[in-house]
């Protein structure tokens, strides 16, 4: 079992930066796929940006080119720098973990973006 703590949300105008942090219980070196996802009021949960094991990344159109997920197997965590933020960036934020055919969520930090 892995538990996740995410970090780094907040309250940030239109155009803006935050990075978010997700922290892992245990070693991340094994783990499959990486994640972060979005949920905002009223919409079905998202992805967002993923990274493989092996570092391969993939992110949802409407983030490309200003998010980007990392990952620090030493640190076993896993980032998504956010840039360019805009008010359709709301919402909270889930890091997600695959790991044996089993998915772990942490329970999200909160990002508002103010227009």
């Known amino acids: 079992q892995v538990q996740l703590v995410e970090s780094g949300g907040g309250l940030v105008q239109a155009g803006g930066s935050l990075r978010l942090s997700c922290a892992a219980s245990?070693?991340?070196?094994?783990?499959?796929?990486l994640g972060w996802h979005r949920q905002a009021p009223g919409k079905q949960r998202e992805l967002v940006a993923a990274?493989?094991?092996?570092?391969?990344?993939n992110y949802a159109d409407s983030v490309k080119g200003r998010f980007t997920i990392s990952r620090d197997n030493a640190k076993n965590t896993v980032y998504l720098q956010m840039n360019s933020l805009k008010p359709e960036d709301t919402a909270v934020y889930y890091c997600?973990?695959?790991?044996?055919?089993?998915?772990?969520w942490g329970l999200g930090t909160q990002v508002t973006v103010s227009s």
């Open positions: 990274i493989s094991s092996g570092g391969s990344t």
């Open positions: 997600a973990a695959d790991s044996r055919a089993l998915r772990y």
């Open positions: 245990k070693s991340i070196s094994s783990i499959m796929s």
